[in-house]
């Protein structure tokens, strides 16, 4: 189990023996010795959880089930509400007598498929599931189910048939986009917490394009993101499914692939009340490196009841597959290092064989379906040597085996056959790269040349330099203001710099030395990095990655320092302002000593800023250089480079379906998919508001005027605590994190006392973004205003309609908001809808 308020990162709950004796029990179970085994599996609990329900509302659902008599779609919500039911509650662990009540936070995403669909598509944002709340949570559900309906009935009447006017995504499309939206949920949701994607689905799904694919799955894996499927309806019938065919195999694999679960019939849950470890806590609340391997059968032997499912259908047909050796290589690095680095890739652990003198590990990966990868590691045991020897095997089918070991330069016809060759080449190449750079990492601390550091670098020059262009660089050509940042990112490097031991890239990455305590700095034992990130200019994100094998402890401790020193950071005195700075309006130079860089480190509830003085009356020793937030914005932050070309339109215009593949295509290699605005138009809650200043035959109305006003706009969202996150074009987003808060009773709230403030509230951030646009000028002739059409004082003709236009972005978070600070008194108790609505 792992723990939040124990020194222990792991701590042991129960142990099962696999035969029992009769006089075991659970309270005399610590007075046995037990051995560990290679047939010995681990189930690991968490006492936090943050799970993403991914409800699939495509047109495929809307078939009857002849064997139910009734509409497959109406199973969506019934499916829903049974597995709350069942995770929420509270349950012995099998073997022990502690009862298990984890806080789990959850999301609930109802995905459609249409391009032109408008409605919000996340029903709830961070509700924490309880069982004594879950009628309140019921009540709030059903209303938002009800609203969702209503908005996809209104657009089904204006859309008309979907054949003409209601173009859809493919199946391959839409089961990309379930699960990035996924993704991007879990990332809103409470950290340091046990991460899981459950999609309810009728299997009606495609393959997406490999690369797409791939790059989805490496995503799951590296964030450690289980992705389980609850599959509706019942058996299929061909006669009656509209040709309609779930993908089982999919799904399979990749809950497979995931350390997920693949349901295909729900397991039903009684109305009798029993603390017994049910199906869906074994499903969705336990994890192991061991889990598809071996099911999750927790108490067998112990309670006498089966699996209730198992993920064996693909173990059972790999165990028919022919094995081919690739490669065998002799690694010089340790144990631990090469187990860490795979395991965190998705490779789960299959079979164990410990001897006298040696130990020898196979690790499995899931490749593609009926595809495996074994990797075998051989090594002296007890591991104390640093080097071992690993060999690559293959397992899979005849034909694809003789596909990868025919000629290299052989070309199929088939693309699909093509593009799987190279891509399983392409793997085993990554495969050797990442074992050299691993020897190489773990080599640090063996020969005193790989840290021995250079006069002229000690003293702050950089090994490498980058070409200017960063988020200093300013456009003479823009007539916009521009939201600057270089005091701030000055003061920023100079932290970075004089805390680490050198400089790897100037104003980029950074190196810091670790050391054994008591050893003094005499030689290091290992080495971070720290590197800073720019999506999009300000807003900063920091990243710092560690060796594997450091403790967690001693990450936790370098990035809770590191946030301390930069959220002190603040900007120097200044004697004067600069002759510019003085022929400025008033807001001009008072927006530029205030900083808007987000950077997402973590950050406790103890770190956050006290009251101060007004933001707009302070000095600038008063004013922080840099603010932390609690969620990394820079996945959600809303950025336009210029003007939509339709303002009456919140999801951007989406070409057809086979340009949009070729979009997909090129956007599943990079980290841009998740910052698509049609992915967040469905998923935040938007507000949009145009003002026309000026009506059309109406006197002019000088661009002084229109702009002291949009002036005037930021000042105020200034003094509510919103910070500059973008500016670009004259387009201006400003960003806070609100608390919210959900009101527990006593009993509630035990166990939550991390996230509890005084009252017996929990309180969790939601973001809110405040996006500012230029004057824009609409009528026959022209649509905006460009920069050779005026000058300083010019008016606009009186036959255009001048417009302001601005708009408010909040995630759905549960909860109000408390606590706001003075100058937003208005927002108190105000509810994401509520708190966009309040910016109008």
């Not at 006290?610 to 933001?615: F, I, M, N, Q, Y």
Request: charged residues 20%.
């Amino acid at each position: 189990m792992t723990t939040s308020d124990n020194e222990e990162e792991l701590e042991v709950v129960s142990v099962i023996p696999l035969d029992i004796p009769m006089e075991w029990d659970y309270d005399t179970s610590h007075l046995y010795k037990y051995r560990i085994t290679q047939r010995t599996t681990l189930h690991f609990l968490s006492r936090k959880y943050r799970l993403v329900f991914c409800l699939d509302l495509s047109p495929s659902t809307s078939i009857v089930d002849v064997t139910k008599g009734r509409v497959v779609l109406d199973e969506v919500f019934t499916t829903l509400r049974q597995c709350l039911k069942g995770i929420v509650r509270p349950f012995y662990v099998p073997g022990s007598q502690l009862l298990f009540q984890p806080e789990v936070y959850l999301t609930i995403i109802a995905h459609t498929p249409f391009f032109k669909s408008q409605s919000q598509q996340v029903l709830v944002q961070g509700w924490l599931l309880m069982a004594t709340a879950q009628t309140y949570g019921q009540m709030d559900f059903t209303r938002e189910k009800s609203e969702l309906g209503q908005k996809m009935t209104e657009e089904a009447i204006i859309l008309g048939p979907t054949t003409l006017t209601n173009p859809m995504v493919s199946p391959d499309i839409g089961f990309v986009d379930m699960l990035r939206y996924g993704i991007v949920a879990l990332q809103l949701l409470p950290e340091n917490s046990s991460a899981g994607v459950v999609v309810i689905t009728d299997g009606v799904i495609s393959l997406p394009d490999a690369t797409v694919f791939d790059s989805l799955l490496v995503q799951l894996r590296n964030q450690t993101i289980a992705c389980s499927f609850l599959q509706l309806g019942s058996v299929y019938y061909p006669h009656a499914s509209l040709g309609y065919v779930p993908f089982s195999d999919l799904m399979n694999f990749l809950a497979t692939a995931t350390c997920g679960a693949y349901l295909a019939t729900l397991p039903p849950i009684g109305d009798d009340y029993d603390y017994h470890m049910n199906e869906y806590h074994k499903s969705l609340l336990s994890w192991g490196f061991q889990k598809f391997m071996h099911g999750l059968s927790v108490d067998t032997g112990y309670e006498g009841i089966s699996g209730f499912y198992s993920l064996l259908p693909v173990a059972q047909e790999a165990t028919q597959l022919m094995r081919k050796k690739e490669r065998e290589n002799q690694l010089n690095t340790t144990l631990n290092a090469v187990l860490s680095c795979r395991l965190r890739e998705g490779y789960a652990i299959k079979q164990v064989t410990i001897a006298e003198d040696h130990i020898q590990l196979v690790l499995v990966l899931p490749w593609k379906y009926s595809i495996f990868i074994e990797y075998h590691i051989r090594s002296a045991w007890p591991p104390t040597q640093s080097s071992l020897n690993t060999v690559v095997w293959i397992e899979a089918t005849y034909e694809f085996l003789n596909d990868v070991t025919s000629d290299v330069h052989r070309q199929f016809r088939s693309k699909y056959r093509q593009s799987m060759v190279a891509k399983y080449w392409s793997t085993l190449q990554h495969l050797r790269d990442t074992d050299m750079l691993l020897v190489g990492l773990q080599s640090f601390a063996s020969n005193p040349t790989y840290f021995k550091i250079p006069d002229c670098i000690k003293r702050g020059h950089p090994v490498f330099y980058r070409n200017p262009g960063h988020i200093n660089s300013i456009s003479d050509a823009t007539r916009y203001g521009i939201v600057h940042c270089r005091q701030a990112e000055s003061a920023l490097t100079a932290l970075l710099a004089e805390w680490c031991d050198f400089i790897l890239i100037e104003n980029d990455s950074y190196i810091k030395f670790l050391y054994n305590e008591g050893d003094g700095e005499e030689q290091p034992i290992s080495f971070f990095m720290v590197r800073i990130t720019s999506k999009p200019p300000p807003c900063l994100v920091i990243r710092l990655a560690f060796l594997g094998g450091t403790p967690g402890h001693v990450r936790n401790q370098l990035v809770g320092h590191i946030s301390e020193r930069i959220q002190g950071l603040t900007f120097p005195s200044r004697v004067g302002l600069t002759e510019r700075s003085k022929s400025l309006p008033p807001a001009i130079h008072q927006s530029q000593d205030k900083l808007g860089d987000d950077m997402t480190l973590s950050a406790s509830s103890a770190m956050r800023a006290s009251v101060v003085r007004p933001l707009l009356t302070r000095v600038a020793s008063n004013i922080p250089c840099c603010v932390i937030t609690h969620k990394p914005i820079e996945k959600i932050l809303i950025w336009y480079d210029k003007m939509p070309s339709n303002l009456l339109n919140i999801v951007p215009e989406t070409p057809n379906s086979s340009s949009t593949r070729s979009v997909y295509h090129k956007l599943g290699a990079t980290k841009s998919a998740t910052h698509n605005m049609a992915l967040l138009s469905r998923y935040l809650h938007h507000r949009r508001w145009i003002w026309a200043v000026q009506a059309p035959c109406a006197p002019a109305v000088s661009l002084n005027a229109v702009a002291r006003i949009l002036n005037t706009l930021s000042r105020i969202r200034l003094q509510e605590g919103f910070n500059f996150a973008y500016s670009c074009n004259g387009i201006i987003t400003m960003v806070r994190e609100f608390d919210m808060k959900l009101e527990l009773n006593e009993s509630d709230g035990e166990g939550l006392m991390e996230t509890c403030s005084e009252g017996g509230l929990a309180t969790f951030p939601c973001v809110a973004q405040y996006v500012i646009f230029p004057p824009h000028i609409t009528n026959c002739s022209r649509d905006s205003i460009v920069d050779e059409d005026w000058e300083e004082g010019d008016s606009v003709e009186a036959d255009g309609e001048m417009q302001i236009v601005t708009e408010c972005w909040v995630e759905p978070q549960n909860g109000v908001v408390t606590s706001p600070s003075p100058h937003a008194a208005h927002l108190h108790d105000c509810n994401y809808r509520q708190l966009a609505q309040a910016k109008h």
